[in-house]
């Protein structure tokens, strides 16, 4: 049976949309908004006037480029949750009414479940069961995955997200919003061992960043009084530092998951996937410990509707569509 799916994504920032055909992506159109520059961080109501503006030109666009007429349709997916309300309401109300329009049945998308699920866009493919350490803006979880829609969180955080601990110390040290990619170019060549940073433990498989960002501030405030210019003067090294700290507090408990479930497959997902010294370490790791790495495309680890296509994909075949009556999930689980 043919299969044609338009996804749409709106959780966040970005809003995108794609077009998918018996599991291949014909398109993935992403319009990010740069508005939330000027405020140094995601401002939901202009996030939800943004996606208003943008949703409509980035559906035509996908379509086209994927040279799909909406009639070819089977389905319209979109993004249930987790996200910001406001935001995933323009794309679920989009995705209703074409449902509707054409008649065809709808496809809600756990945002996280396909983070994970990009790992299935393109080769290689990891093999079931896999741990899959998901880290991005608003979470971090370690996820067993045993198929295509199973999956189970056996670690999160207790407070911050890893991305926000990225965006936090970055804001810190002066750089622009978005602070991950910033502070992750800022750290090249830096001496990351030049810096210590104090992380708290945290029982089992949980994560905490709350500790160490507070550290981070602190120790700025510090260095600042003996010396007003610490940070110009050692920026490289700071970065490199910070960074070092936070990737080795993921590594750790991903070390302790993996031992613990047996599990020698990995996966790395979400926006903090494309930091390129948590890629660098995961290599070290796999080497070190026999495992095997997967790491997705950098196009696919910040917010994008292919991921969103791919699970609706699997979804789809396994014939799990809502009902018209469906809305947003703001907190929505894995
Ligand atoms: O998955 P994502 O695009 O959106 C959410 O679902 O949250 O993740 C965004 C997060 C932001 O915190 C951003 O700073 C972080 O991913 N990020 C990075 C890098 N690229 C994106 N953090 C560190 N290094 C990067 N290269
Ligand atoms: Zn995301």
Redesign the pocket.
């Known amino acids: 049976m043919n299969c044609t799916i338009l996804a749409i994504e709106s ?2 920032d ?1 809003t995108s949309a794609s077009v998918i055909q018996n599991g291949k992506i014909l398109s993935n159109i992403i319009a990010t908004q740069a508005v939330h520059e000027q405020y140094g961080g995601v401002v939901p109501e202009l996030a939800s006037r943004a996606h208003m503006q943008n949703i409509v030109p980035v559906i035509q666009n996908a379509l086209s480029k994927a040279n799909i007429a909406k009639n070819d349709l089977n389905a319209v997916a979109f993004t249930q949750g987790p ?1 910001l309300l406001g935001a995933l309401v323009v794309g679920v109300s989009f995705a209703k009414s074409l449902a509707l329009g054409l008649d065809i049945p709808l496809i809600g998308v756990n ?1 996280m479940q396909a ?1 994970i699920l990009a790992h299935f866009i393109d080769e290689p493919r990891p093999e079931f069961p896999f741990l899959c350490l998901t ?5 971090t979880q370690i996820v067993i995955v045993r198929s295509h829609l199973e999956m189970e969180v056996i670690g999160h955080t207790q407070d911050d ?1 890893v ?2 601990a ?2 936090k110390t ?1 804001k810190l040290l002066g750089l622009p919003y ?4 910033q ?2 170019k800022a750290a090249v060549g830096g001496d990351y061992t030049k810096f210590i940073f104090p992380s708290v433990d945290t029982p089992g498989l949980n994560y905490s960043f709350s500790g160490i960002k507070t550290a981070f501030m602190y120790f700025l405030r510090d260095q600042k009084l003996k010396n007003e210019n610490f940070v110009e003067e050692n920026m490289n090294d700071i970065c490199a530092s910070i ?1 070092a700290s936070i990737v080795e507090i993921l590594l750790k408990k991903l070390r302790k998951a993996s031992r613990e479930t047996g599990i020698k497959q990995i996966a790395i997902a ?3 996937s ?3 010294w ?1 890629r660098a370490k995961l290599q070290e790791e796999a080497e070190k410990h026999r495992w095997s790495v997967y790491v997705p495309a950098f196009e696919y ?3 994008n509707a292919a991921m969103i296509a791919m699970a609706a994909h699997f979804k789809f075949i396994n014939n799990e569509f809502c009902d018209l009556n469906t809305g947003p999930m703001p907190r929505m689980a894995l």
């Not at 880290?135 to 979470?139: N, Q």
């Open positions: 959780s966040c970005e996200g945002h983070h880290v991005s803006g608003g979470h997200a991305g926000e990225f965006d970055a978005p602070g991950g990619p502070l992750d960074q979400g926006g903090v494309a930091n390129s948590l680890c910040t917010d």
